[in-house]
């Protein structure tokens, strides 16, 4: 699975961003597709996660109730919405895909390039 993340750039706080993840190369459907992010200086960290349909949801207790993961099979994309957005939220922005993957980072096998997210202050 290639995955490419888009939509990241600079928005002052307390804006939105939506950031989308394309998948080429398996069956999309196959897999559990979560969103995380690594800011300067720190570890990745979890961000979101969706299940193979779309039914189930996990979200990181920094993001719970601003960010909303979700996917669209027919178009092979993950997409996360991100509202009231805060500095500290500032990171790239890695896309990954694993069969049965959930939060965990060692549950996923692909994992796209990164999108950066810039907050201002």
Do not use: H
């Amino acid at each position: 699975v290639q995955l490419v993340e888009s939509g990241g750039g600079l928005v002052q706080a307390g804006g939105s961003l939506m950031l989308s993840c394309a998948a080429t190369g398996r069956t999309f459907s196959n897999y559990a597709m979560g969103w995380f992010r690594q800011a300067p200086g720190k570890e990745r960290e979890f961000v979101a996660v969706t299940s193979r349909s779309g039914s189930s949801t996990a979200y990181g207790d920094s993001v719970k109730g601003r960010f909303t993961i979700s996917r669209d099979n027919a178009k092979n994309t993950v997409y996360l919405q991100m509202n009231s957005l805060k500095p500290e939220d500032t990171a790239v922005y890695y896309c990954a895909a694993g069969i049965g993957a959930w939060r965990s980072e060692r549950s996923y096998d692909y994992w796209g390039q990164g999108t950066l997210v810039t907050v201002s202050s």
